[in-house]
């Protein structure tokens, strides 16, 4: 989506947290990404920090992350392992912010591939907390070393330059000096790419970047000359190398893992993730380029294709607490998989269904439960008499339709501006919560509750919808008590348990329990849309085939 955040909801949700006191960075995103784990990242950071004032460090958030990579040396012919180091996780460690941007497209079977260890490059990933995970790449001649975020979901390589004097930021990490690189070509453009709490701008250069042993000439980046935020002051990273399709690349740059295809470096037009999630592992997983280690996942891998070519997008058939469908993917789902966000992000209506499931601790919703109290028989009245869903909150009098849909702006946090209408200030709210109680309420139906039931039921729902920022901390004695979740995709279920979606931390003598699931509403026709980010791709190897335009899943090992 071009547009970004809507500035009407940019303004309204400053405006509710003036209010409740506290201080938030609204996300708005760039012009050539549809959001990015950078905004969702700090928002995460800001929120656990304020949460940690206020209630103890019971509720903080974990870092919305992107993958970073440092350099093991290893041979190859054509592939580039990745390989991943983990630190404890630690919420008073915390402080680092992370980016990312996102993309997809169509895509055919490719079946697990092997290698031998001379075919591949291995890169060795650090895990920062299971919030970053970060390495080392070099630029120029002689090769001079910076850290960066292994991303998904963008598409550019960047890194901050010996002319950024004017930005905090610049003075916590390494800077490129391109007079000191006999490879270094000028080229001058100015470049920017915009976030909500910053911006990071600079001019495009060219020059040698070696990424393990593999030496990618006459690659074009930026150096960066300000970084406008915190985030970049307290990430682990320096810069960003991203691994997305050249169609989201700001300045229609080619990326590095397109020139990497394009010089022959790789055998094979794949890369694939494995994640360590043992915090106290040395190794906190592996990035290859050019292919799969067969050592990291066991079975074959299930392969979709990619849907719309940018971020790697895909179609998932249906998601699932316990053993019952949410009911909210009828016909499909769209998600992205994304190395570059550390956690699940949901539709605000499914994730609050998992919280109460759970017995997550969210913020309660005042306007939820009044449009439950108010129209909640009115609602399952309309979905008996067979009312089209999308046509009951118009029918009510809580949405209105723009020529072409329902206007919700809470569903639409992400979306272009091209001549929308607004609705009427707080409308956008109560239209919100009406669609959500369609949804519960309609799969309800399915299952043959009593009204009285299923409208108590969506009342409590009301209650374990996330906080604004998205997180929510639970009892972490509760653990055995609580459902599986699954994600259907090509016609197989992917499934984590609570100890896989569930992010447990010490916080002195005490334990802290974090819902791997936070809420982000986009709109249809892109969405409803999930990300999938590190708590997924943790328990499932993760191949991005460029080849064949597809990815595929396989239980981790």
Request: charged share 20%; proline share 4%.
């Amino acid at each position: 989506m071009a547009g970004g955040w809507p500035p009407a909801f940019v303004r309204r949700t400053e405006a509710r947290e003036r209010e409740r006191g506290r201080v938030l960075f609204v996300a708005v995103k760039p012009k050539t990404a549809m959001f990015g784990s950078l905004e969702l990242t700090f928002c995460y950071y800001l929120a656990r920090e304020f949460y940690k004032m206020t209630y103890n460090y019971l509720l903080g958030a974990l870092c919305i992350l992107v993958l970073t990579c440092s350099l093991v040396p290893a041979s190859s012919d054509g592939l580039v392992r990745v390989g991943l180091k983990k630190r404890p996780l630690d919420l008073h460690g915390i402080k680092a912010a992370t980016m990312a941007r996102l993309h997809g497209e169509q895509g055919k079977g490719l079946n697990s591939m092997g290698h031998d260890e001379s075919d591949l490059d291995i890169l060795s990933l650090k895990n920062y907390m299971d919030a970053q995970y970060y390495g080392e790449i070099s630029v120029g001649s002689p090769p001079q070393k910076f850290t960066v975020i292994f991303d998904t979901g963008s598409s550019n390589l960047w890194i901050p330059s010996s002319k950024c004097i004017f930005s905090i930021a610049c003075l916590f990490h390494p800077k490129y000096k391109h007079k000191n690189s006999k490879t270094y070509q000028e080229i001058g453009k100015s470049c920017a790419i915009h976030y909500g709490s910053g911006s990071v701008s600079g001019f495009l250069s060219q020059d040698n970047v070696e990424v393990g042993n593999l030496v990618v000439h006459n690659q074009v980046f930026m150096e960066a000359t300000r970084e406008g935020s915190l985030t970049f002051v307290v990430g682990k990273f320096d810069g960003i190398l991203g691994l997305g399709f050249q169609e989201i690349s700001v300045g229609d740059v080619v990326p590095v893992w397109y020139n990497m295809m394009e010089q022959g470096l790789v055998q094979e037009e794949v890369f694939s993730f494995w994640l360590n999630r043992d915090q106290y592992a040395k190794d906190g997983g592996e990035l290859v380029f050019g292919g799969v280690d067969e050592k990291h996942f066991k079975g074959k891998h299930t392969y979709v294709p990619v849907t719309q070519k940018g971020y790697w997008q895909f179609q998932m058939d249906d998601f699932l607490i316990g053993n019952l469908s949410t009911g909210f993917c009828e016909g499909g789902c769209a998600a992205i998989v994304d190395s570059g966000t550390s956690l699940l992000a949901g539709p605000t209506t499914v994730v609050t269904q998992i919280n109460h499931a759970i017995g997550a601790q969210g913020v309660v919703s005042m306007e939820c439960k009044l449009v439950v109290s108010d129209y909640g028989e009115m609602i399952w009245e309309l979905l008996l008499a067979g009312v089209q869903p999308d046509k009951v909150c118009s029918q009510v009098g809580l949405c209105f339709f723009n020529g072409s849909g329902l206007e919700s702006a809470n569903i639409e946090m992400v979306v272009e501006e091209e001549n929308k209408e607004k609705a009427p200030p707080g409308d956008d709210l109560v239209c919100t919560a009406c669609e959500m109680l369609v949804v519960w309420i309609r799969n309800q139906l399915k299952q043959q509750e009593t009204k009285e039931r299923v409208l108590d039921y969506v009342n409590q729902l009301c209650e374990s919808l996330p906080s604004p920022m998205g997180e929510s901390a639970i009892d972490c004695n509760s653990l055995s008590k609580m459902p599986n979740v699954t994600f259907t995709i090509g016609s197989r279920d992917f499934t984590l348990t609570p100890e896989q979606y569930i992010l447990k931390t010490e916080e002195g003598p005490t334990s802290v329990c974090l819902s791997g699931f936070i809420a982000l509403d986009v709109p249809p026709p892109r969405g409803p849309l999930w990300i999938l980010g590190d708590v997924f791709m943790g328990a499932y190897h993760t191949v991005f085939d460029y080849g064949n335009l597809q990815v595929g899943f396989a239980e981790a090992v």
